[in-house]
């Protein structure tokens, strides 16, 4: 199955292609699945490599890889200043804030990867790319603040990509985050509705952002009794990030307040560097640049994203069926994250909280079969699982220095699973150990430097505290906050709410209710 690898330049055979198709499409004759139920084609070439599901010895409770006493730790925190740890001059440093696919998980956020750059270029640079639910936390913990996460690049809009975002964009402007929230994503999807009345939905980046804006208007006019624009920001022209579009807030809000919120819509068909139309970002002063290429994922409007700099490069697929571009944009990459997911099988059982299929003679078979059912059409519309991802990275070719498998449940179970399927379908070793491939799980970092020992991404394990807090960070000191735009902070609030407050001092007794200083 593995077969030959070819050169990127190549194209694809349409024999390939349908193969790559029937991988995606049923996933069971690449997962070592034995259970045939569904009408998923599958291509007359494939045979099981298995029969084997995650074995039952496995600890389904850990990921000994992480969190065992081979993978070195890293403290993000300096214990003098207590503040973030800044990336080297000559660093790139790739961090998973999250890193699951739903249903959520209490070990895993969904998904967000958090890149910054150093400053060899010029400045130091930082990027979001997705904000699934419960990243910040993650964020947080790490002591980032909302002023490193003010450019937020969205693959597309599922929920679990983007659900965040309310919290990034609500909060940065009461924290340090003065200046405006920038957020790409694609553009329309063009689908026609298919039932009655015929319509094309409004279901672009603009026009989710348009709505998330007013969705969250009390939200940002109740916190705006505190100071939240930076007098002192001028603001980047599109031209200034190689873009051909303005950069324009929505709702009418200032181009120099924290509440403005800024999309930069990209056209998803874009593909092939033509001009530079699939440039998503290239700034000059950072020497960073983001290109961005179409992926297969549920519904047209699917990006993944290629980062450059300073002779460093990373991708990140977000979701996406096995196909072609990731396959010649991989080539050679320093880092290469694309998603893996179970296969059906697997996904219907453990959501069902079983080891393994249950016997057709089990009550629990109907459930069962119902379950799988509906896992092989959201893996067809949607993912990658294991074996034919494991065809992919054998496509690819130079091999990536680092492959890292993410939106995937980890544990010894599901990862020592999915390795047997990788293996069988990739000639080269892919394997942890080998220190070329990696599952990856919420605070796991990697640095790319050629500093570092034989110029290879090195992997890390994040040490926060569980119980800590949010750093407060204070904004540039040659920062000039304007006045808020309301004038104290009860200005929004009723006189009759006034007249049902308890008040710390008792007006018509002078008695003494609380302190006013919280104490």
């Known amino acids: 199955m593995g077969g030959s690898k070819k050169t990127v330049d190549q194209k694809f055979s349409r024999r390939e292609a349908l193969k790559l198709s029937a991988l995606a499409l049923g996933g069971l004759a690449v997962s070592g699945s034995p259970v045939r139920a569904g009408s998923a084609p599958e291509a007359t070439s494939c045979t099981d490599p298995g029969p084997w599901y995650?074995?039952?010895?496995?600890?389904?409770?850990?990921?000994?890889?992480?969190?065992?006493?081979?993978?070195?730790?890293?403290?993000?925190?300096?214990p003098t200043t207590h503040t973030y740890i800044p990336v080297e001059p000559n660093e790139m440093r790739i961090t998973f804030m999250g890193s699951c696919i739903p249903p959520v998980r209490r070990s895993q956020c969904m998904m967000s990867v958090f890149v910054e750059v150093g400053n060899a270029k010029g400045e130091a640079d930082s990027f979001v790319f997705d904000c699934g639910s419960g990243v910040c936390a993650n964020y947080g913990a790490m002591g980032i603040g909302f002023s490193r996460m003010n450019k937020v690049f969205l693959t597309h809009l599922h929920g679990d990509h983007m659900s965040d975002l309310t919290h990034i964009y609500c909060f940065g402007p009461s924290a340090?985050?003065?200046?405006?929230?920038?957020?790409?994503?694609?553009?329309?999807?063009?689908?026609?509705?298919?039932?009655?009345?015929?319509?094309?939905?409004?279901?672009?980046?603009?026009?989710?952002?348009?709505?998330?804006?007013?969705?969250?208007?009390?939200?940002?006019e109740s916190f705006s009794f505190l100071k939240t624009t930076d007098?002192?920001?001028?603001?980047?022209?599109?031209?200034?990030?190689?873009?051909?579009?303005?950069?324009?807030?929505?709702?009418?809000?200032?181009?120099?307040?924290?509440?403005?919120?800024?999309?930069?819509?990209?056209?998803?068909?874009?593909?092939?560097?033509?001009?530079?139309?699939?440039?998503a970002y290239n700034n000059p002063a950072t020497g960073v640049k983001i290109t961005h290429f179409?992926?297969?994922?549920?519904?047209?409007?699917?990006?993944?994203?290629?980062?450059?700099?300073?002779?460093?490069?990373?991708?990140?697929?977000?979701?996406?069926?096995?196909?072609?571009?990731?396959?010649?944009?991989?080539?050679?990459?320093?880092?290469?994250?694309?998603?893996?997911?179970?296969?059906?099988?697997?996904?219907?059982?453990?959501?069902?909280?079983?080891?393994?299929?249950?016997?057709?003679?089990?009550?629990?078979?109907?459930?069962?079969?119902?379950?799988?059912?509906?896992?092989?059409?959201?893996q067809e519309?949607?993912?990658?699982?294991?074996?034919?991802?494991?065809?992919?990275?054998?496509?690819?070719?130079?091999?990536?220095?680092?492959?890292?498998?993410?939106?995937?449940?980890?544990?010894d179970d599901t990862v020592n699973c999915a390795l047997k399927s990788i293996k069988e379908h990739c000639p080269v070793t892919m394997d942890p150990?080998?220190?070329?491939?990696?599952?990856?799980?919420?605070?796991?970092?990697?640095?790319v430097s050629p500093d570092l020992a034989g110029g290879l991404p090195q992997q890390y394990r994040a040490v926060v505290a569980d119980y800590g807090y949010a750093p407060f960070v204070l904004p540039p000191k040659?920062?000039?906050?304007?006045?808020?735009?309301?004038?104290?902070?009860?200005?929004?609030?009723?006189?009759?709410?006034?007249?049902?407050?308890?008040?710390?001092?008792?007006?018509?007794?002078?008695?003494?209710?609380?302190l006013d200083d919280g104490y």
Request: proline residues 10%; contains cysteine.
């Open 54 to 78: 995650p074995d039952t010895v496995d600890n389904t409770q850990t990921y000994s890889y992480f969190f065992g006493s081979t993978m070195p730790t890293f403290n993000p925190i300096d």
């Open 176 to 220: 340090d985050r003065k200046t405006p929230l920038y957020v790409w994503g694609p553009s329309r999807s063009g689908i026609k509705n298919p039932t009655p009345p015929p319509l094309y939905y409004d279901d672009g980046l603009t026009d989710m952002l348009k709505a998330f804006r007013k969705a969250w208007r009390w939200h940002s």
């Open 381 to 411: 519309s949607s993912h990658t699982p294991q074996g034919a991802f494991g065809y992919l990275l054998s496509q690819i070719q130079p091999q990536p220095k680092l492959t890292v498998a993410t939106h995937f449940p980890v544990s």
């Open 478 to 514: 040659t920062q000039e906050l304007k006045d808020a735009k309301y004038q104290t902070p009860t200005m929004q609030i009723d006189k009759l709410d006034q007249e049902t407050l308890i008040p710390p001092v008792d007006p018509n007794t002078g008695d003494c209710n609380y």
């Open 231 to 279: 007098g002192n920001y001028t603001p980047p022209k599109g031209s200034d990030w190689g873009l051909k579009v303005p950069l324009r807030p929505l709702g009418g809000d200032s181009r120099q307040d924290g509440y403005a919120l800024v999309p930069i819509e990209l056209n998803w068909r874009r593909y092939g560097n033509k001009l530079d139309d699939n440039v």
């Open 294 to 378: 179409p992926v297969i994922h549920c519904r047209q409007g699917s990006i993944g994203y290629k980062l450059e700099w300073n002779g460093m490069s990373m991708i990140y697929t977000g979701d996406t069926r096995p196909e072609t571009h990731s396959v010649a944009q991989a080539s050679g990459v320093d880092v290469f994250i694309h998603e893996c997911v179970v296969p059906p099988d697997v996904w219907a059982f453990k959501n069902m909280g079983l080891s393994a299929p249950p016997a057709s003679t089990d009550p629990l078979y109907p459930v069962y079969q119902a379950a799988l059912s509906q896992m092989q059409e959201v």
């Open 433 to 447: 150990t080998s220190g070329n491939f990696v599952f990856s799980f919420d605070l796991m970092v990697i640095k």
